[in-house]
């Protein structure tokens, strides 16, 4: 019989409750349902012990940075955000960031989840690659680490093979199923997600949320009303130099000040809202391709199938069938 794969699961003070005891409970499971451990979970931090999480809830370290050696299978990385003024911001442990900095070349595969990706990316493990992460956090991710692209929709995303980065909270499950499937197969994916009663599966490109809502307040107003406003005349034209105009401003200067202060550029913005719509249209109404396509402001069905393509790995007609819920 196979030896159990080792997952690590980082655990520092103040840690998100859910980022590590969510993946915890899917392996869990998964050696449940299959009647065998196929999976041996460790949580490891700076020091063994208890650990207090955001929730106020102590969880135990089961070894030290120092024990746990070599021998790792799948590291996942949870993050802890603290409260701002302008919203909730990602935090980062330089003791943390050094050991993951460390540890992750050696290991088969590396996730983070929700605001984790701030680690991962701390520790330069992101760099010319793609990844989500919580959408509260996304801006900061980008401003912070330019040499990242943040893409703030999916659920969670899979960059070169081996690293993965999951959005919060609950997509930690859905980051993690994926885990198991890649592992030991769609059939022993599906038993987890029955006894969590969660549907299966969540395509990673599937979006987090509603695109004019899924950022804080970036904290121009400008910007802001100007979100606001494209959300409200999506079938018009909104490109660049028209959305530059309005806000008075250089196309340079507004593509720079709009990615900065909200993660996204405007282009990619504004076709994201388009999804959104077009998502939203498939999933609660019959209404033919030609109409959802108009409506959303993607103009045709092509355009429809490309940016559902490039967006959420899925075609529409493949979108509406596991996701309508019209009577």
Request: aromatic share 6%; net charge neutral; glycine share 8%.
């Amino acid at each position: 019989m196979p030896a159990a794969h080792r997952v690590v699961i980082v655990l520092f003070p103040d840690v998100d409750l859910l980022d590590v005891t969510g993946p915890a409970e899917v392996f869990a499971l998964a050696n449940r349902v299959a009647g065998r451990a196929l999976y041996d979970v460790r949580l490891a931090g700076p020091q063994g012990g208890q650990v207090s999480t955001s929730a106020g809830v102590r969880l135990v370290a089961d070894l030290t940075f120092e024990e746990v050696g070599d021998q790792v299978d799948t590291l996942v990385v949870p993050g802890a955000v603290t409260v701002t003024p302008t919203g909730p911001r990602a935090l980062t442990d330089a003791e943390v960031v050094a050991w993951v900095r460390r540890t992750a070349p050696g290991a088969r595969r590396v996730a983070s989840v929700c605001v984790g990706a701030h680690i991962l990316a701390e520790a330069g493990l992101l760099d010319g690659l793609t990844a989500t992460t919580h959408w509260s956090t996304a801006a900061q991710l980008a401003a912070d680490h330019p040499r990242v692209t943040v893409d703030p929709d999916p659920i969670f995303l899979r960059s070169s093979g081996r690293v993965w980065t999951g959005a919060g909270i609950s997509a930690c499950l859905d980051l993690t199923l994926a885990l198991v499937a890649e592992d030991h197969g769609e059939e022993i994916a599906l038993a987890v997600a029955r006894e969590l009663v969660v549907y299966l599966k969540r395509q990673g490109g599937q979006s987090q949320f509603s695109v004019p809502l899924a950022q804080a307040a970036s904290g121009r107003r400008d910007i802001d009303d100007l979100r606001l406003w494209i959300a409200e005349h999506l079938a018009e034209e909104l490109t660049t130099v028209e959305l530059a105009a309005r806000m008075g401003l250089s196309q340079r200067q507004f593509s720079r000040v709009f990615r900065q202060r909200t993660g996204f550029t405007p282009a990619a913005y504004v076709e994201s809202a388009r999804v959104e719509v077009a998502r939203r249209l498939l999933e609660t109404t019959d209404l033919p391709l030609p109409r959802v396509a108009a409506d959303s402001g993607l103009g045709s069905v092509e355009t429809l199938h490309r940016a559902f393509r490039r967006r959420l790995g899925t075609g529409p007609g493949t979108y509406r069938r596991r996701f309508h819920t019209v009577a």
